[in-house]
């Protein structure tokens, strides 16, 4: 091989190992604080690193919108010593976020990295802001958090309320859309209920999420701002809820509940010790202004205004009965998707009406009065197949009939079940903690009963 030959082919290898190299990371660079960074790269194997000076007793929040790439975040100090990290579940969308309170004056570096899952991207783009709290919003925080003390003590929560509306009416001061996020992040869901907080966890809220939404809906939600303060008043009903259940069922366990305003995606939901509730959705009255919404949000009889605090105390005691139900099959269990759900939403039902003596599906049992035999039958003909579209959350979707089918099937199987009981006392904790949902439809005889 000739010299110069030689040389050549080694200059290449040097230039590719130095491209290899530099590739495999970016230089930190210095961050300014309180102001937005749009549309930046990354990749897989090129860490962001972002220099952060920090100031002793200053408090710095870090929010990274993921544009469809799937990040973490670390922060660590001057000798990489990792002082937090943080990856929320929501794949590669949304915002991670993450507070410090530093407790000395020196250089942090925060790192923004691809997070290493098959189920990611090699690339994609993030935008992000680090704030740094003022002196006089570090002092409203610490008085928040003493204010969320009290509140969370309670059995029923509904300062979320009046934290998201003045979040909505701080936008109208906003001037770009990180100041919207920014605002709505401070103002409401850092200053979240610990009810709010499982709520943000399970249904994956953001502040982007909820800007866009109330600018998307700004009507619906002006109209249906006088609606959400009635939920105040349904605290006495709900403790009423709570101690009828405790009476009737031996294994009550105890829970809380947390009225928030969601992006109006949720009505009702669960954690493992709060009931959770989109007050957006279930304080609707006469004069909600739906035209922004499209599909049929809006009731039927919308002449008349509903007693608010009744319909939440009938929500409640659906949505309090799921709080006591097994959230698994026994293990000997024949794997039954249709009936299982279908039956833990009409048990709900049933146990509701038995708590308040009223159902809020009065639409689909009367129409499910009427045509139950051939109701009956369709369910029965996929009677364990693997989703609940055709039955369960098929608003958007179902045609000729009232949606949500399958809570009326459930509720009339249970009610069989408890009325071929003669102690009634056990039907209702068999009810409850139903796990194997093909033994207990036999044992119901809802199948040989006869139908209309």
Request: glycine fraction near 6%.
């Amino acid at each position: 091989m000739g010299k110069t030959l030689f040389i050549s082919l080694l200059m290449k290898k040097t230039l590719l190992a130095l491209l290899v190299f530099y590739s495999s990371f970016t230089f930190a660079q210095t961050t300014q604080f309180n102001h937005p960074y749009e549309n930046v790269s990354i990749a897989k194997g090129a860490d962001l690193l972002l220099k952060l000076k920090f100031e002793k007793g200053a408090m710095y929040q870090f929010l990274v919108l993921q544009q469809g790439i799937d990040v973490m975040l670390t922060l660590s100090d001057e000798t990489n010593k990792v002082i937090l990290e943080k990856d929320s579940p929501n794949g590669r969308y949304g915002f991670e976020i993450a507070e410090y309170l530093s407790k000395e004056t020196k250089e942090y570096t925060l790192t923004i990295k691809k997070l290493e899952e098959d189920s990611n991207v090699d690339k994609g783009i993030i935008s992000y802001y680090i704030k740094k709290y003022s002196k006089a919003e570090q002092a409203l925080k610490e008085k928040t958090r003493q204010g969320l003390a009290i509140e969370n003590n309670k059995n029923v929560l509904t300062a979320d309320i009046d934290h998201f509306w003045e979040a909505v009416d701080n936008l109208k001061n906003c001037k770009t859309r990180w100041d919207s996020v920014l605002s709505f992040q401070n103002l409401y869901l850092d200053r979240a209920t610990n009810g709010l907080i499982d709520f943000i966890r399970v249904r994956n809220f953001s502040a982007d999420e909820f800007v866009r939404t109330i600018a998307r809906y700004p009507k619906y939600y002006q109209s249906v701002r006088p609606y959400t303060y009635e939920s105040k008043k349904a605290e006495p009903l709900i403790e009423e809820v709570f101690a009828k259940l405790k009476s009737i069922y031996g294994n009550f366990k105890p829970f809380k509940v947390c009225f928030a305003i969601g992006v109006h995606r949720t009505g009702g939901t669960v954690s493992d010790r709060y009931v959770l509730l989109g007050t957006e959705m279930i304080t609707t009255g006469k004069n909600v202004d739906y035209s922004e919404l499209g599909g049929n949000w809006a009731p039927k009889d919308s002449t008349k205004e509903p007693d608010i605090p009744l319909r939440i105390k009938g929500m409640i005691a659906h949505e309090c009965v799921h709080t006591q139900q097994k959230d698994k099959l026994n293990e000997k269990a024949v794997v039954c998707n249709q009936l299982y759900n279908c039956l833990r939403e009409g048990i709900a039902n049933f146990i509701g009406e038995l708590i308040t003596g009223e159902t809020n599906y009065s639409v689909v049992n009367e129409y499910g009065d009427k045509h139950e035999n051939e109701l009956w039958t369709e369910f029965k003909s996929t009677l364990c197949a693997p989703n609940v579209l055709k039955w369960l959350y098929n608003g958007a979707t179902v045609k000729d009939r009232p949606a949500d089918l399958g809570y009326y099937m459930g509720y009339r199987i249970a009610k069989a079940y408890y009325n071929n009981s003669s102690d009634k006392a056990q039907a209702i904790k068999d009810i409850i903690d139903m796990d194997d949902p093909l033994n207990f439809l036999q044992k119901s005889g809802y199948d040989q009963q006869k139908k209309n």
